[in-house]
């Protein structure tokens, strides 16, 4: 039977994330290092599990209400608050979803009418295109570039700007780049924002962990940019929770509640064992944060003096767990340099143009990897460069 | 420098270069920090961790863990004994225990026989052991923190983003 006739136009069109390519090809091969698995590679920790544990011996498999546990969202405000001293409703501005990828859905879908424009920075993860598409919308990618170290300009937003933009994403700290976008670059951009009547979807989940002596800057935090912002953020990254899947997304209240409206019939609620666990995390997790950032940050030095001396040049990300750097002197495309070095050193790393097109010329190494994995693959690296 | 010594513990093979780039020091700082550790005795070694069962005709095939209950003198307690166990090259490892016996006593060597000859002649005939219990080591699955003779990969994640 011919399904295709059947299939909704777009995602009969819409790609397979380029993520995953090559881990499908690392994974029928042996002995292959991998530095390509964007996702923390400690455990959730050991509190924050046994909380699930309990809930599950005490037998509290129930759905909860569609926005979620009221104790994780009034925990989720008061986290906020401390972190970025912007303060929500619990009752309101909050909705507890399935990861953040969930939020970003419903935040578009409940956005977009058909022709608005979305306005993407690229490099960027791989969502923000096909769920505009998906949403009839129409994505505008704007390039950023190693020179801004990978961060949004003012400037090459201004230039993108129709009167059909709608929607910003904002996604830093950066997946793929590690860029992170300092207060005086995210008040540039408020300009814009404010002068456009535009909206942000600020994905943050990568928020907490950002390296060197300033921390993270919410969106929210600028002045007048609460009421445009829907902020995206989540347990996984910071809380090393990926398959609890559980984020959140929180904003103005008529926004939440289209947002909540769409997950209640999507989703009803996100998983009960995950929100219980979350709680624990919250109330008792800042110590565990620290530990895995100093961790990262200790790997991400590392590998970023290795690749500037072996010749992958790159810029110092100074968040998430991932580094850019440019593999442009070895005269290869990023797919072409992510295969060979996967043939002939058997490490895997995702190429750049999996996150744009603009990303070609650059390659992802996720650090999220013990020292003595991460040290082998470097080795192996530097053969590999010095054979080409 | 704490977590100089993290590091140590985790790989003590890492160069000072490594260990200065990801402790965001010089070199010159980090061989001071670790020739202090070293003065104070807080580093006391390193050592590479072995998987012996792997090794064709290797002498240290045979562990077995010792449990025994001895008489503490009065006046040095159980230090006296502790430190005349320790003396033998046989003996690995040796810790004062709470629980049902006094000291744990960890020896290695080429064949049981020779343990056993080593606790029936030479451990078991001290003045103030009164009994021995041997527990040889069949297996080891894990050793310093480190996973040996297993499958299981030390990565276990397949399907991140």
Redesign the interface.
Known sequence: MDYSQFLNHEIARIPY?G?RRF?DIA?EMKEVISL????P?FSTPWHVRQEGIRTLEQGKTWYSPNRGFTELREEICKWIERKYGVSYHPETDVVVTVGGSEAIDLCIRCLINPGDEVLIPEPS??CYVPMTEMAKGTPVVIETKAEDQFRLTAQALREKITPKSKLLILPFPN?PTGAVMRREHLEEIAEVVREHNLLVLSDEIYGELTYGDRSHVCFAEIDGMKERTILINGFSKTYAM?GWRLGYAAGPTEILDAMTKLHQYAIMSSPTMAQYAAIEALRNGDQDIESMR?QYD??R??IV?TFNSIGMPCFEPEGAFYVFPSIQKTGLTSEEFCEKLLYSEHVAVVPGNAFGACGEGFVRV?Y??????I?EALKRMERFLKSL | MKKLLHLLHEDARLTNAQLAVMLNTSEEAVANAIAEYEEAGIIRGYKAIVNWEKVDSSPNKVTALIELKVTPKRETGFDTIAHRIMEFEEVESVYLMSGGFDLAVMVHGSSMQEIAMFVAKRLSTLETVLSTSTHFVLSRYKEGDVVLNSEIPDDRREYGE
């Open positions: 994330s993520i881990f994974s390509s698995i964007g996702e590679d993860f791989v997946n990926t100093e200790m790997r030095r590392l003096d996720s999220s990897y013990s020292l003595k994995h040290n």
